[in-house]
């Protein structure tokens, strides 16, 4: 089988005779370097053991890679239809362990997939990607079996999943990701890497689920409400945001929601009245 997928002509020379072109509406910027699609195919962890979710796999440059590091099975969302040319060629050679389904994966119900869990590996769109971050960790805290994460973003937003509290990149998805998940960034990518090459550098994060934080949740939806409130009006202090008893949880009411460690943002949502977000 991986054979049949080294046969396949470059990325590039595949765009080229279907006449495709990165779309700037589907924030694509495709990643045609064998070695970092390797490379990133190769951190989804049990890989051969793994069915693999991809959004947005465009020409299948990273579609190419999973296939090739043994995985599983690859499902593919794709909302791009004119990319079907190049990804029904990727499936031939697939011997069945590619499904591309052409649609928007952030109404694509992945609830039945597999009963093992499923790993996410993504190259994400510019301009979904913290969205679609977002519901994932709302799925894995009420209890989808995605197995890990390992996605592709800006390396902004990926400081932004990694931060601790008294960062200036700490903020909601900073909280959500760590009360969920391990979180960590694996490597840099340069924006040299891409067609077309974006104005800003990218980076690899991998997002594991851990159990032990998970069980800890009580209502990820008010969770998500909480840090929404405070870290949208960042720059003032808590207490002039929210009019509740700080000094109940070891605060003046003067700290801003930088300070603020995710336990104690999961401390907050457990008491605090759904009417006062």
Same mark, same amino acid.
């Given at each position: 089988m991986i054979n049949k997928i080294e046969s396949l002509p470059p990325v590039s020379e595949m765009m080229r005779d279907a006449g495709l072109e990165p779309k700037k509406q589907f924030g694509q910027n495709f990643l045609f370097d064998l070695n970092l699609t390797g490379r990133i195919a190769r951190s989804v962890p049990d890989i051969k053991n793994t069915v693999v979710v991809e959004v947005g796999p465009g020409p299948g440059?990273?579609?190419?890679?999973?296939?090739?590091?043994?995985?599983?099975r690859v499902i593919a969302i794709e909302k791009d *239809? /004119?990319?079907?040319?190049? &990804?029904?060629?990727?499936?031939? !050679?697939?011997?069945?362990? =590619?499904?591309?389904?052409?649609?928007?994966?952030? *109404? /694509?119900?992945?609830?039945? &997939?597999?009963?093992?869990?499923? !790993?996410?590996?993504?190259? =994400?769109p510019y301009n979904v990607g913290t969205e679609l971050l977002i519901n994932w960790l709302h799925e894995i805290a009420t209890g989808k079996k995605i197995k890990s994460l390992t996605l592709m973003f800006q390396r902004e937003v990926a400081e932004r999943i990694v931060a601790t509290p008294n960062n200036k990149q700490y903020g909601r998805l900073s909280v959500l990701a760590n009360l969920v998940a391990d979180t960590k960034i694996l490597f840099?990518?340069?924006?040299?890497?891409?067609?077309p090459r974006p104005k800003v550098q990218s980076a690899v994060v991998q997002i594991i689920p851990n159990k032990n934080k998970i069980k800890l949740i009580?209502?990820?939806?008010?969770?998500?409400?909480?840090?929404?409130?405070?870290?949208?009006?960042?720059?003032?202090?808590?207490?002039?945001?929210?009019?509740?008893?700080?000094?109940?949880?070891?605060?003046?009411?003067?700290?801003?929601?930088?300070?603020?460690?995710?336990?104690l943002f999961l401390k907050i949502s457990g008491n605090i009245d759904t009417n006062l977000l």
């Open positions: 440059g990273l579609t190419r890679a999973l296939l090739m590091a043994d995985a599983k *239809k /004119t990319t079907e040319p190049i &990804l029904s060629k990727i499936i031939d !050679a697939s011997d069945g362990r =590619l499904e591309v389904i052409f649609g928007d994966a952030l *109404k /694509t119900d992945l609830q039945d &997939l597999d009963q093992d869990g499923y !790993a996410i590996c993504s190259n =994400l840099d990518v340069p924006n040299t890497a891409f067609v009580q209502d990820i939806s008010k969770l998500e409400k909480l840090t929404a409130r405070l870290f949208g009006q960042r720059r003032k202090m808590i207490r002039g945001i929210l009019k509740i008893n700080w000094a109940d949880y070891g605060l003046s009411g003067t700290e801003r929601a930088e300070e603020l460690p995710p336990e």
